[in-house]
């Protein structure tokens, strides 16, 4: 046992389930990364694309069956009449609330708003968007009690 003596041992077990706050924080943060990326292609001039997984049932066989298949990622930025690039960060189609009354983050270029969304992704991985992922996830299953 001699070679475990260097480790630090914990009595600590692998939680069963994800809390919710923390798939709302990864949903987003995931959401996120696909701007930036899709702000960096564009400065670059490459394409971006993400693939997702379609099902369909072959009708030869009757089998389901998987395809990769390029996922649609639109820009959450545009611009203003000033001819500045704003950003609005969403959850689903909601339309977050950064601060009373903001909606989106200003800023002058291409290169700037990489470096904004980046700094969102950090406030969305510690937790400073609760708040707002609370509210707008009520609102998104409102939306589906009819």
């Known amino acids: 046992m001699s070679t475990l003596e260097g480790l630090k041992l ?10 919710t706050v923390m798939i709302r924080r990864n949903k987003l943060a995931s959401k996120v990364w696909e701007q930036i990326q899709l702000a960096k292609s564009q400065i670059e001039g490459t394409e971006f694309v993400v ?8 009708k030869d066989t009757g089998l389901r069956k ?5 996922k649609r990622v639109r820009e959450w930025w545009f611009r203003n009449e000033q001819g500045k690039v704003c950003v609005a960060i969403k ?7 950064l601060a009373k009354g903001k909606h989106s983050i200003e ?3 291409a ?13 969305v991985e510690c937790g400073e968007l609760d ?13 589906f009690k009819k």
């Not at 290169?111 to 406030?123: D, F, G, I, N």
């Not at 708040?131 to 939306?143: D, K, N």
């Open 131 to 143: 708040a707002q992922l609370e509210q707008a996830s009520v609102g998104v299953r409102a939306s």
């Open 91 to 97: 959850y689903g189609t909601r339309v977050l609330e």
């Open 111 to 123: 290169s700037e708003l990489v470096k904004a969304l980046e700094l969102v992704k950090q406030a």
């Open 51 to 58: 693939k997702k997984y379609r099902s369909y049932t072959d």
């Open 10 to 19: 914990v009595a600590v077990k692998k939680p069963t389930h994800i809390p």
């Open 107 to 109: 800023v002058a270029n």
């Open 66 to 70: 998987q395809i990769e298949m390029p």
